[in-house]
C-alpha cells in the first residue's frame, strides 16, 4: 500500500545541449516507496547503462541536490558526443531475488547541438582571413623596404668608373677628366702594346664613416694588362 502512493516524475522530454558544457537532467519522486535505491540508466533493455547510482564512482556526475530522498536530479559535466541518448530514472526495490525495477520516468532524450556555419558567416571569414594575409604582407613588404634603407643608408654603394682600351684610347680618373699622361712604364709604345687591353684602376677616397674623421687617401696606383684576342 506504501508503493502505490510512490510517483516519480521526469518532467523532460528533450534537452538539447552543446559539447563540453554541464548537461542537468531532472527527476523527482513522491510518496512512500519500497526500500531499493534511485539510478540512472542510459538506453533501455539488456543494453542499458548506468549512469548514477549512490553506489560507485561516476567523476563526471553529481547529484543537484546531495542526500536528497526526494531530488534525483543529476548533473553530467562535460558532455560529448558519445552521452547522445536517452536517459531514464528508475527506481529498484529490494525482494528475495535482489534488486526488482519498481517504477521508472519516461525518459529525457538528450541531443547535441552543434552550430553550422550559414553561408554569410562563411563569407565573412574568407574575407578576414584575406584581409589578414594581405595586412601581413603589406607589413612584411614594408619591413623588407625599411631594412633595405637602413642598409642603403649604412653602406652606401660607391660608384666606379674605368676605362679600357688600347694606348690610343682616352683614358679617364674617377671623377670623369681626361688622363694626359701615363706612368713611365706605361708610355712605351710598340706593336706588341696595339694588342692589348689594358684597364687602369684608382680607388675613390674612403667614405666618412659615423662620426670619425676620414683616413688618409690612397694614393696606390694599379694597371691591368690582358692580351687581345
Request: aromatic letters at 8%; one cysteine or more; proline letters at 8%.
Amino acid at each position: 500500500q506504501a508503493g502505490r502512493s510512490f510517483r516519480l516524475e521526469q518532467p523532460q522530454e528533450k534537452v538539447l545541449v552543446t559539447a563540453g558544457e554541464t548537461l542537468t537532467l531532472t527527476c523527482t519522486a513522491s510518496g512512500t516507496g519500497p526500500l531499493g535505491p534511485v539510478k540512472w540508466l542510459k538506453g533501455w533493455g539488456s543494453d542499458n547503462k548506468t549512469v548514477y547510482e549512490q553506489r560507485g564512482s561516476f567523476p563526471r556526475v553529481t547529484r543537484v541536490v546531495d542526500g536528497s530522498n526526494t531530488d534525483f536530479s543529476i548533473h553530467i559535466r562535460d558532455v560529448q558526443p558519445e552521452d547522445s541518448g536517452t536517459y531514464y530514472c528508475v527506481k529498484f526495490r529490494k525482494s528475495v531475488y535482489g534488486l526488482e525495477m519498481f517504477a521508472h520516468g519516461k525518459g529525457t532524450e538528450v541531443s547535441l547541438y552543434e552550430p553550422t556555419l550559414v553561408p554569410g558567416m562563411v563569407a565573412a571569414v574568407v574575407v578576414l582571413c584575406f584581409l589578414l594575409l594581405l595586412g601581413l604582407s603589406v607589413a612584411l613588404c614594408m619591413y623588407r623596404r625599411r631594412r633595405r634603407g637602413e642598409g642603403g643608408t649604412r653602406f652606401p654603394p660607391i660608384p666606379l668608373r674605368c676605362c679600357a682600351g688600347t694606348p690610343s684610347t682616352p683614358r679617364f680618373d674617377l671623377s670623369g677628366a681626361r688622363i694626359n699622361h701615363l706612368p713611365a712604364s706605361l708610355q712605351q709604345s710598340s706593336k706588341e702594346d696595339n694588342d692589348i687591353h689594358y684597364a687602369d684602376l684608382q680607388p675613390l677616397p674612403a667614405a666618412p664613416w659615423g662620426g670619425r674623421s676620414p683616413g688618409p687617401a690612397c694614393s696606390e696606383y694599379a694597371s691591368v694588362r690582358v692580351a687581345a684576342k
